[in-house]
């Protein structure tokens, strides 16, 4: 990536994250409710078995109740964990309270202790972003953990971004390793970009 996309790339996500910080923690609240009923309602969600969540950190869409709900479904969850060299462990869990720790940012993630599973079985992969836009594409936070990752999955894997409908803009810079989503929920839709020829 050169110089310019990189401080492109850099300034939108500054610009994003501070259109969700702004949110008052009663729309965060109201929306992150919206928007896990929106999943919830999914068939992609129903029908999977083995789903790969995040857990909310700072201001990001709330996803606690939907983990629990997800063990209390008898599906396995799974939660990544941050490794060195921009790696990303898939760990599943089975207890929130019991095994969870606070990473190197403070984000709750899976002990090492906890089995690591392969991405191949993963059905559902549900992912935080900085911004997207309606052509699919995702913002990350600029480590490269996900896009990394996603390369390992099975291809037919729906990828589902969470995120608040002031993070959707006209476009998101992206590079060639970028991946695309397959949809984005937000409080006020679900963008399925599947519909529009993107993969």
Not at 50 to 77: H, P, Q, S
Request: proline share 6%; charged share 25%; glycine share 6%.
């Amino acid at each position: 990536m050169n110089e310019e996309k990189r401080n492109t790339k850099s300034e939108v996500r500054k610009s994003c994250l501070k259109q969700r910080a702004a949110l008052g923690e009663k729309e965060r609240k109201s929306y992150s409710s919206v928007i896990q009923q929106r999943l919830r309602n999914l068939p992609e969600f129903q029908t999977a078995q083995v789903v790969m969540l995040f857990l909310n950190f700072r201001d990001e869409v709330e996803t606690t109740d939907l983990a629990e709900e997800t063990i209390a479904c008898k599906k396995r969850l799974i939660l990544p964990r941050c490794a060195p060299q921009g790696i990303l462990l898939p760990l599943e869990v089975h207890d929130l309270a019991m095994e969870l720790e606070p990473g190197a940012w403070g984000i709750r993630e899976p002990k090492l202790s906890n089995e690591q599973v392969e991405p191949s079985v993963i059905d559902l992969i549900i992912v935080p972003g900085a911004g997207f836009d309606q052509q699919g594409n995702r913002l990350g936070y600029g480590g490269g953990y996900y896009d990394r990752f996603f390369m390992l999955l099975n291809p037919l894997t729906p990828r589902v971004a969470l995120g608040f409908e002031c993070q959707v803009i006209s476009h998101v810079p992206v590079d060639q390793h970028d991946a695309k989503m397959n949809m984005l929920i937000t409080e006020k839709r679900v963008y399925d970009f599947r519909m529009i020829g993107i993969q």
